[in-house]
Every structure is written in structure tokens, then in C-alpha cells.
T-cell receptor, first 113, second 116 residues
Framework: AQTVTQSQPEMSVQEAETVTLSCTYDTSESDYYLFWYKQPPSRQMILVIRQEAYKQQNATENRFSVNFQKAAKSFSLKISDSQLGDAAMYFCAYSPGAQKLVFGQGTRLTINP | DTGVSQNPRHKITKRGQNVTFRCDPISEHNRLYWYRQTLGQGPEFLTYFQNEAQLEKSRLLSDRFSAERPKGSFSTLEIQRTEQGDSAMYLC??????????????FGPGTRLTVT
């Protein structure tokens, strides 16, 4: 069974600093997708960034970037120049294709002004 | 385009009662997913539809749960004889699935169910 593990229940960072959220996953598939989703308090889940497993290049979206280590089955999210609006629950997720998402337990990120 | 909508947003019910939730996906989206999220956890997949066909159901979806998507538009999720363990946020997501690849799932705000 595919599983996603986020070992950091909570993280905090000073505004304008950089923070890295960790994620590991387990799968026997060779082709799949990995995601980071953001869930602000009382608001809906939104996609932050996506990585296709067949791509060696790490995905980047503005201040958000990933470190994808396929052999280690590791997929971390780096947030640069943290802003107060980045405060949220962050979920790492996996999908073997055009199917369901398998989510990790989440990391609550606090931004300190 | 107003995004994915879910109704009601909150539902409080007594144990043993039946409840029904509705999800309206983004128009023209052919895929519709249901997830359940308990407090402090990540969402767990329940089921999904391609148009009106239900393609996969999780083992989490006991026989008390049923989902439909008549005419491939909105979807309903019904829970019969609710139990306290059913208390959770029920999330709906939709996507426009083409051939191959992955297409972004857009999530609704969820329906929070409390079973007393």
C-alpha cells in the first residue's frame, strides 16, 4: 500500500526566513506524482506545487521549491522568504496517476512576525 | 466559475440518524472525489466518479455510506445510521481529466459533521 509520512507535526519560522518541511513516501510504482497542498485555517485546500516522478529537475513555484530524491523516496518543501500568509497546515500527497490522492498527516506551519 | 461548493457547511446530528451531503463541482469537470478528514489528520480517500460512473471505493466506505453522481453533475454522499466515529470534515474535489497525465484536483470548503 502506498503511504506518505510527515514526521514534523509542527514547524515555526521567522518571517522572511526559510523553512523546509519533510515528507517521505512508500510506493512500488515507478511513475507517479507528488504534491504539496496548503490548508489555511477554515479555508479550502489549495495546491502549492507538483512534481512528476519521471522528471529529475526539482519543481519550483515562486518562493516554493521541492527537493525530490526518488531513490530515497523523499520529497521536501522549501519555503523561502516566509510570509505571514504562509501560515497553514501543509500536506504532502502522492498519486500513482490520474487517481486518488494519498495524504500525509500534515505539518502545521507557524510564521512568527 | 465559482469553484467547488459543498452544502451544508456544518451538520450536527444525533447518533443513528441519516445525513446527506451535496457537492457541486466546477462545471465541465468530469471527475469528482470524496475525502474524509478527521481532526489533526490528512484527508483520506473515500470514492471517486468519472462522470456518473463510480470507479473506486475505499474500504473506509462501509455499507452505511453511499455516494451517487446522477447525470455526472453534482454528487451526494449519504451516511446511514450515523456513529460518533463518523464525525469529520467531508471534502469534495473535482478535476477535468483528459487522456493521460494528472490534472489538478480543486477542493471545496468541506462539510463538517458532528455526531452527538
Amino acid at each position: 500500500a502506498q503511504t506518505v509520512t510527515q514526521s514534523q507535526p509542527e514547524m515555526s519560522v521567522q518571517e522572511a526566513e526559510t523553512v523546509t518541511l519533510s515528507c517521505t513516501y512508500d510506493t512500488s510504482e515507478s511513475d507517479y506524482y507528488l504534491f504539496w497542498y496548503k490548508q489555511p485555517p477554515s479555508r479550502q485546500m489549495i495546491l502549492v506545487i507538483r512534481q512528476e516522478a519521471y522528471k529529475q529537475q526539482n519543481a519550483t513555484e515562486n518562493r516554493f521549491s521541492v527537493n525530490f530524491q526518488k531513490a530515497a523516496k523523499s520529497f521536501s518543501l522549501k519555503i523561502s522568504d516566509s510570509q505571514l500568509g504562509d501560515a497553514a497546515m501543509y500536506f504532502c500527497a502522492y498519486s500513482p496517476g490520474a487517481q486518488k490522492l494519498v495524504f500525509g498527516q500534515g505539518t502545521r506551519l507557524t510564521i512568527n512576525p | 466559475d465559482t469553484g467547488v461548493s459543498q452544502n451544508p457547511r456544518h451538520k450536527i446530528t444525533k447518533r443513528g440518524q441519516n445525513v446527506t451531503f451535496r457537492c457541486d463541482p466546477i462545471s465541465e469537470h468530469n471527475r469528482l472525489y470524496w475525502y474524509r478528514q478527521t481532526l489533526g489528520q490528512g484527508p483520506e480517500f473515500l470514492t471517486y466518479f468519472q462522470n456518473e460512473a463510480q470507479l473506486e471505493k475505499s474500504r473506509l466506505l462501509s455499507d452505511r455510506f453511499s455516494a451517487e453522481r446522477p447525470k455526472g453533475s453534482f454528487s451526494t454522499l449519504e451516511i446511514q445510521r450515523t456513529e460518533q466515529g463518523d464525525s469529520a470534515m467531508y471534502l469534495c474535489a473535482s478535476s477535468l481529466q483528459g487522456t493521460g497525465g494528472w490534472y489538478e484536483q480543486y477542493f471545496g470548503p468541506g462539510t463538517r459533521l458532528t455526531v452527538t
